[in-house]
Structure formats: C-alpha cells, structure tokens
C-alpha cells in the first residue's frame, strides 16, 4: 500500500497506475495491499509515475479512457473524452435520426457512442487529422461498430449530402487562454480556434443548413461563456429553436438548432 501514497500522485490516480502496471484490477490492488511488485512491474509503475508528475494525464499513460461506457484507446495523436461531452449524446439520442455525421471526430467518441445505442443508424466521422483517424477506426474495429471515416475538414469530405443530425465537439478554446498550459499534451489544433475560440464554430454554423435535411438538427459542444455568440451564429444561420443545454456542473454546454 505503500506505493499508494506517491507524493504528488492523487491516490485514485495512483491505484490506476499501479493496476495497470501490475495486472491486477484495481480492486486486487485494494484488497492485497500485501502484495510486493515483481522487478519488471515495479519498473513500470516507477515510470508510471514519473510521467505522470510531469503532468501527463492519467489516461495517455493508460492508453484508454471510458466514454459513455464505451471504452476507448486514446494517444496524443487525439483529445482525451470528457464527461462533460456525454451530454452531447444525451441530446442526440433524445432526437430522431436515421443518419448522423460527426464533426472532428478524434478518437471517434461521439460517432461510436451513437453507434452504439443506435444500431441501425447510418453514422459518418469527419476528421481532418490523418493520426486521429487511424485512432478513430481502430477504435470502431475493435468495438465492431461500423462507421463511415472519411478525412478531411468539417463538411469538405461530405459532399452534397444531408444528415438527421449533425453533431461537433470541436476547437472551441481561445487563442493564448491560460488554461491551455494543463492541455500541453493534448494536440493543441484540437483545442485552438482563433483569437476568440469561435472560428471552427462559425465554419460549422455558416455551412451546416446545406447538410441538414428538412427538421433536422445541429448539435455543438462550446465552451463555459460562449453560448450567447453560439446561439447568434446559428440563429444568423437561419436555423430555428435554437437553444442551450447546461452540463451537470450547471455550464451551458451545448448549442443547437433545427432546420
């Protein structure tokens, strides 16, 4: 138990890095507090934590992260999935859809979460990063969920066609906002859109209504503040009931819009 108590290591974090160093499950590692570390895992877990005191999340160590029960493989190739995110599906998965189209993708969270409860939907991921889409796919092999992935930027790739729903969790952080020095590792073009964080937003906004089909929706996550500019971006758009959902911790999340 005594490796629990790594200084700078919140210990929830630490009983992950030493079950995934071990290969015991977390709850072995409670149970046998006993238990010593062979030389190779001790090893491994020492570097475990080295990493993770430089600041690297817990989840780039681990290789994977839970997302609407779903797990997925995660590198720094793509953005680690938040909770926060899953109130993005919640909604989604309150509307009707035969076909959905996920904007910058990354590891295919959104588009294979969808999937997943909606089995016979027709569901494409856009991603303009060729790395980030290797990750997506593998993704969705090894969960057996069959998505389109098609690369490119936002509609770029689509062509003419129109979808029941469209869905993005993109870019949404200011350029130089102090909190991107936590996010160093994360690839900062996932974060970044322009001097106000808004630019992908408006791309998506501006473009959207010649993708959705009659009734159907525009779902964005954003950012803690910005939903009065996003729902002005959408209603300028011309799309209708145009709304804002709050996430648990209260923050309006999530914009969107009806064609």
Known sequence: MEALRA????PREARLLLAAASGF??????AYP????GAEDEARFVDFLSRRRRGEPVAYILGHKEFYGLRLAVNRAVLIPRPETELLVDLALARDFQSVADLGTGCGALALALKH???RARVVAVEAS???LVVGKRNGAALGLDIEWCHGRWFEPLGAQSFDLIVA???YVAAGD????ALAFEPQEALVSGADGLDAIRDIAAT???HLAAGAWLLLEHGKGQDPAVRGLLERAGLEEVQSWPDLAGIARVSGGRR
């Open 34 to 37: 006993e238990r010593s570390l």
């Open 7 to 10: 200084p700078g290591i919140e």
């Open 169 to 171: 969790n993109p870019p």
């Open 130 to 132: 060729a790395a980030a």
């Open 117 to 119: 409860q909606r089995p």
């Open 208 to 210: 959207a209504p010649e």
């Open 25 to 30: 499950s977390e709850a072995a590692v409670l």
């Open 178 to 181: 102090p909190h991107l020095t």
